[in-house]
């Protein structure tokens, strides 16, 4: 069964792990794996850096402990930006004989001094190479609730994603964003596109301030009032703030369940305590969603 069939018997809960540093064992993951594990998500899936340094091995041994030893289906994201197509060739012929067959196609974030493969430009690129090359994969692809910040406008952003849905990219995982209504205003934009692919919302936890604060400003995601308030007030206190961070992620997400959205991409940041927390508050609702009617977006304004 692919990935994307999924999406039409339930609300997904999928999590994401980073590999293990270059050099670290890759065994050192496993506990985290077997606790994340323990959640029974509906698949995990696997960052790769995109830059030069990055071969991909790590992701896919990561990715292969998930699909083989904990028998939970496995994605590799793979960037494009710095790899040509023999690159990309080995590692999805890797992933295939690793029996893994799902995967983030993604462009990867410009590294200074790097200069792009121009194999695959943009992540279209990649998902048409795959789907026309490698057409067992299932193929999923990266949204912007909050647009893209490359993206000259709200316009050329669904134009972007329009591509990579035609291109054959069958389901889409946003990036975090930490104001639903964001979220919701994104799903009007791909109604009003005729973009009717699965989309997962893409929640992170706070796990620290600085942390936070390092992955927003890269990428652009606006922090609200209300958050940036909490991550001041318990910056000093991290117990404080990690309660704090799950609490807000439980609304967010207990709202976009109830909402009828696809599926939860949860961002653990290897941090199963975290995961299991939310998992525990919110279970009953995605088990409440089993045989889900998508049914149409409705306006929440
Ligand atoms: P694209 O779809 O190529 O879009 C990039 C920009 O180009 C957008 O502004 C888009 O509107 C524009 N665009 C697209 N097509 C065209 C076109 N034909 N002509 C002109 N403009 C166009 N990065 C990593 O390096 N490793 C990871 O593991 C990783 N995991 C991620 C997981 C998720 C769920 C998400 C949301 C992002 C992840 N990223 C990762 C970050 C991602 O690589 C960056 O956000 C990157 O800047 C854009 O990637 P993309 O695949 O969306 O690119």
Redesign the pocket.
């Known amino acids: 069964m692919k990935l994307v069939d999924l999406f039409e018997k339930k609300t997904v809960f999928s999590l994401?792990v980073f590999p293990p540093r270059k050099n670290t064992s890759k065994e050192s993951i496993l506990p985290t794996l077997s606790s994340l594990n323990d959640i029974s998500p509906d698949f995990i899936s696997v960052?790769?850096?995109?830059g030069g340094t990055a071969q991909g091995n790590e992701t896919i041994e990561v990715a292969n402990l998930i699909q083989n030893q904990l028998h939970v289906p496995a994605v590799a994201?793979i960037?494009s930006l710095y790899r040509n197509q023999d690159q990309v060739d080995e590692l999805l012929d890797q992933l295939a004989a690793d029996n893994i067959q799902n995967v983030?196609?993604?462009?990867?974030?410009p590294v200074d001094g790097l200069s792009p493969n121009g194999t695959f430009y943009?992540?279209?690129d990649l998902v048409a190479y795959i789907d026309r090359e490698y057409p067992n994969f299932d193929v999923a692809?990266?949204?912007?609730p909050e647009v893209?910040q490359?993206?000259p406008s709200v316009v050329?952003?669904i134009?972007?994603l329009r591509?990579?849905v035609d291109a054959g990219a069958d389901h889409l995982?946003?990036?975090l964003f930490f104001d639903n209504q964001h979220f919701y205003e994104f799903q009007e934009r791909l109604a009003l596109a005729g973009i009717t692919v699965p989309v997962e919302a893409?929640i992170m936890p706070c796990t620290n301030k600085k942390q936070i604060e390092r992955i927003t400003k890269f990428?652009g995601v606006p922090v609200p009032k209300k958050y940036q308030k909490m991550l001041d007030r318990y910056a000093d206190n991290s117990l404080a703030l990690k309660d704090a961070g799950i609490a807000y992620a439980i609304e967010q997400i207990v709202d976009l369940v109830s909402q009828g959205v696809d599926g939860i991409?949860l961002y653990t940041m290897n941090k199963p305590e975290i995961a299991e927390k939310i998992w525990d508050a919110t279970k009953t609702i995605f088990e409440a969603n089993q045989t889900k009617d998508r049914g149409a977006i409705e306006l929440v304004h």
């Open positions: 994401e960052t790769l850096g995109a994201h960037p983030l196609a993604l462009r990867g974030d943009h992540a279209s692809a990266a949204c912007y893209h490359e993206s050329a952003d134009e972007g591509r990579k995982i946003s990036q893409g990428s991409h």
